[in-house]
C-alpha cells in the first residue's frame, strides 16, 4: 500500500480532471497495467483516512474524526489482524507518515513489528525532520521522499517470507519546496517564498514528479520474482490543498467534504489483475482497504466492521460493490458529514445547512438541489441511509463475513411513491389507545411486486388496540399461538408503527424437516437474512399475500421522513409498551 499525502485527482493525470498536470511516469505505468477507481472516498483530512484504513472502521466509531486525534490502543490494526488470521505467516511494517499518535512507541504498542518514518502530519522541511524507528528518535537531513523509499527498499530485501509493506510519503504535502533536481522535470523555479506563494503550483508538481521518481526507484529495486507476485494499491490520502486545487475550487479542496475533498485516486495493480488498463466506477469507502488487504493475505475474511473487500472488483466487474459511501469532517469552526449513492450526494453541516447535488450531471457541485421538489424522495431516502449507518450500524458488524456465513440483507432501494395516500388515526377510549389504519405508508418503498415477494401493496381496514398504561405481564406471550411456544403460524402482531404499518420481527416462512412435507413452525426462518431473499426493500419490509406492507425490521424511511436520528417514538408493541429508536 502506497499512500500519496493531500494528492487529489486534479493532480494525477490519469484522471484527467485538472488542465495542467505533473509528468508521473512511473505511477502512468501502474495504472495502465491496473484498474483505476475512480469513486474511492476517503476522509478530508489525513489522520481520519488513515485510522479508516488501518482499522476498517468509519471515523464516528474510532473517534478519530479529525487531524493529530489518537488511535486508541485498545483498536485492532490492520497488520495485527493479519498476524492473527494468517499465523503470522506475514512480515508487516510501516514506513513514513503515521500520524495516529505523537507517541514514538504508539506504532509498535499498536502491534506493528517495524515502523520506521515521521509521527507528525508534516515536516516544516523536508531535509530536516524527526525519524521515528521503533521507539527511537533522531534527526535526519535526508530528503524525506527519498529516504522513505531507501528504508522501505532496505526493509523489503532483507525479508525472507512474504510481506505487506505500508508506504506513507508525505510528499506533496506542504511546505512547497523545490525537490532535487535529478527527481523532477521542472526548471527555472527559483524557491523563493515569494514565488512559492504567488505562484505555488509548480512546485506542489515538482513534489509529485519526485514522488513518482522514488515510487518507480522502489519499484525497480524489488526482486523480479517478488514484484511479479506483489499487488501495489496506490492511493491519495485526501484531495489536493486549496492553493493549488484545480477544477473544484479553493473551498471545495483538502478539508472539505466536496468531491475535491474526498474522492481521491486509487490505483491497484499487479498479480490476479484481469482488468488491465480498465476503469472501475464501483462506490468504494477508505475502510475497504482494511478487508482488501486481508483478503488478499489469504486471511479468510472479506468482510468486517465498516469495510468490504474489492478483491471481486479486480477479476470482473460487478454489479454493485457498495450501494453508499460515508465520510465526514470535524475541525474547530465546522463539522459535517456525508453520504451518496450511485448517482446523488447529500451533506450536512453541524450548523443545519444541508445540500445535495447530482453528481452525475454536476460532478463539481455547483447547483445545491436541496430544495428541488423533484429530488424530496432521493433526499429521504439519503438522509434515512445517514441515519442508519451512524445510528443503526448499517453495513456493520464486529463480527467478521467470510464464504457462506449468515448475512442480513440490505434491502432494496426504495424509489417508489404510493398512489394511494397514508390514513392513520391513533385515538385513546376507555384505557386503551385504539390505532385505526389503511396500511399504506407515507414514506417511498422498494419496487413490489419482486422475484422474491410476487405481491402488490394494497389498502387494508386495520385496528390495534393497545393498553394506555402496560404493565408487566405475569407470564410471556407467545405470538404464535396460546397453546405453547412456535407451534402453528403466527396468530398475533407484535406491534405497530406511528404510521399504522405494522411490526412484524417474526416470519412465516418455516423450514420444512428431513421427510416431512409440513412444514415445522417451532422453526421459523428469519426474516431479514440474505439467504431466504424475501424480497425486502430498505425498510426492511415487504407484503403479504393480502397486500398488507410490514416491516420485518427497524423502518428507515419513515425514521427518516419523522425526525432522522433524535430520540423518536416509532410506535408501540401489542403490549402497549412504547418502541423508541435513537
Given at each position: 500500500l502506497i499512500i500519496a499525502d493531500d494528492?487529489?485527482?486534479?493532480?494525477?493525470?490519469?484522471?484527467?480532471?485538472g488542465a495542467e498536470q505533473p509528468e508521473m511516469p512511473s505511477l502512468a505505468r501502474l495504472a495502465r497495467g491496473g484498474i483505476r477507481f475512480t469513486n474511492f472516498w476517503t476522509y478530508p483530512t489525513c489522520t481520519p483516512t488513515r485510522a479508516s484504513i488501518i482499522t476498517g472502521k468509519h471515523a464516528f466509531r474510532t473517534n478519530v474524526r479529525k487531524v493529530d486525534d489518537e488511535l486508541s490502543r485498545s483498536e485492532t490494526i490492520l497488520q495485527k489482524f493479519i498476524d492473527q488470521k494468517t499465523g503470522r505467516r506475514y512480515k508487516s511494517a510501516v514506513i513514513g507518515k503515521w500520524h495516529l499518535?505523537?507517541?514514538?512507541?504508539?506504532?509498535?504498542?499498536?502491534?506493528?513489528?517495524?515502523?520506521?518514518?515521521?509521527?507528525?502530519?508534516?515536516?516544516?522541511?523536508?531535509?530536516?525532520?524527526q525519524l521515528t524507528e521503533n521507539g527511537k528518535t533522531r534527526r535526519s537531513q535526508e530528503y524525506i521522499t527519498t529516504k522513505f523509499t531507501d528504508l522501505a527498499a532496505e526493509w523489503i530485501n532483507a525479508q525472507e517470507q512474504p510481506w505487506f509493506?505500508?508506504?506513507?510519503?508525505?510528499?506533496?504535502h506542504t511546505p512547497f519546496h523545490v525537490p532535487p533536481e535529478s527527481l523532477h522535470s521542472a526548471r527555472g523555479l527559483s524557491g523563493t517564498a515569494e514565488d512559492i506563494k504567488a505562484n505555488p503550483r509548480p512546485y506542489y508538481f515538482s513534489m509529485i514528479e519526485a514522488l513518482d521518481s522514488e515510487i518507480g526507484r522502489l519499484l525497480g529495486a524489488i526482486p523480479a520474482d517478488e514484484r511479479e507476485n506483489t499487488v501495489i494499491i496506490f492511493i491519495g490520502d485526501n484531495g489536493s490543498p486549496n492553493q493549488v486545487v484545480q477544477s473544484y475550487g479553493k473551498r471545495k479542496a483538502k478539508g472539505s467534504i466536496y468531491q475535491g475533498g474526498i474522492n481521491v485516486p486509487m490505483i491497484v495493480s499487479g498479480p490476479g489483475i484481469q482488468r488491465g488498463g480498465e476503469i472501475e466506477s464501483a462506490l468504494v469507502n477508505s475502510t475497504d482497504l482494511f478487508a482488501t488487504i486481508a483478503e488478499l493475505s489469504g486471511s479468510g475474511v472479506s468482510a468486517i466492521h465498516d469495510s468490504k473487500s474489492v478483491v471481486p472488483l479486480l477479476s470482473g466487474r460487478s454489479a454493485r460493490h457498495r450501494e453508499y459511501l460515508y465520510s465526514e469532517m470535524s475541525s474547530k469552526n465546522r463539522s459535517g458529514h456525508t453520504i451518496r449513492n450511485e448517482r446523488y450526494k447529500y451533506l450536512a453541516y453541524d450548523n443545519g445547512r444541508e445540500e445535495l447535488y447530482d453528481l452525475s450531471a454536476d460532478p463539481y457541485e455547483t447547483k445545491n438541489l436541496i430544495r428541488e421538489p423533484a429530488v424530496q424522495t432521493v433526499k429521504q431516502n439519503l438522509t434515512r441511509e445517514l441515519a442508519h449507518l451512524r445510528d443503526g450500524d448499517h453495513e456493520h458488524a464486529d463480527?467478521?463475513?467470510?464464504?457462506?456465513?449468515?448475512?442480513?440483507?440490505?434491502?432494496s432501494e426504495c424509489t417508489r411513491?404510493?398512489?394511494?395516500?397514508?390514513?392513520?388515526?391513533?385515538?385513546?377510549a376507555n384505557g386503551y389507545r385504539l390505532v385505526r389504519s389503511n396500511g399504506i405508508p407515507e414514506h417511498s418503498v422498494g419496487q413490489f411486486p419482486n422475484r422474491g415477494n410476487p405481491h402488490a401493496i394494497a389498502a387494508q381496514q386495520i385496528e390495534y388496540r393497545m393498553p394506555l398504561n402496560p404493565k408487566k405481564a405475569a407470564r410471556l406471550t407467545s405470538l404464535y399461538s396460546e397453546a405453547g411456544f412456535g407451534i402453528g403460524r403466527p396468530a398475533y402482531t407484535f406491534g405497530v408503527v406511528q404510521n399504522g404499518v405494522k411490526l412484524d420481527p417474526s416470519a412465516a416462512?418455516?423450514?420444512?424437516?428431513?421427510?416431512s412435507r409440513e412444514k415445522d413452525f417451532a422453526w421459523v426462518k428469519e426474516a431479514l437474512s440474505s439467504r431466504n431473499r424475501l424480497g425486502d426493500d430498505c425498510n426492511n419490509a415487504h407484503v403479504q399475500p393480502n397486500g398488507a406492507y410490514h416491516y420485518h425490521g427497524t423502518p428507515w424511511?419513515?425514521?427518516?421522513?419523522?425526525?432522522?436520528?433524535?430520540?423518536l417514538l416509532i410506535g408501540w408493541a401489542a403490549d402497549g409498551f412504547p418502541i423508541y429508536y435513537k
Open positions: 494528492l487529489g485527482q486534479d493532480a494525477f493525470p490519469a484522471y484527467g480532471v499518535s505523537k507517541d514514538a512507541a504508539h506504532p509498535n504498542a499498536m502491534g506493528l513489528e517495524h515502523y520506521a518514518g515521521l509521527l507528525s502530519g508534516g515536516a516544516r522541511d523536508y531535509s530536516a525532520w509493506l505500508w508506504l506513507a510519503y508525505t510528499a506533496p463480527h467478521e463475513h467470510a464464504a457462506n456465513t449468515f448475512s442480513v440483507s440490505a434491502g411513491d404510493l398512489n394511494e395516500s397514508s390514513r392513520v388515526s391513533v385515538t385513546e416462512e418455516a423450514f420444512t424437516p428431513p421427510g424511511c419513515f425514521i427518516g421522513y419523522a425526525g432522522g436520528s433524535r430520540m
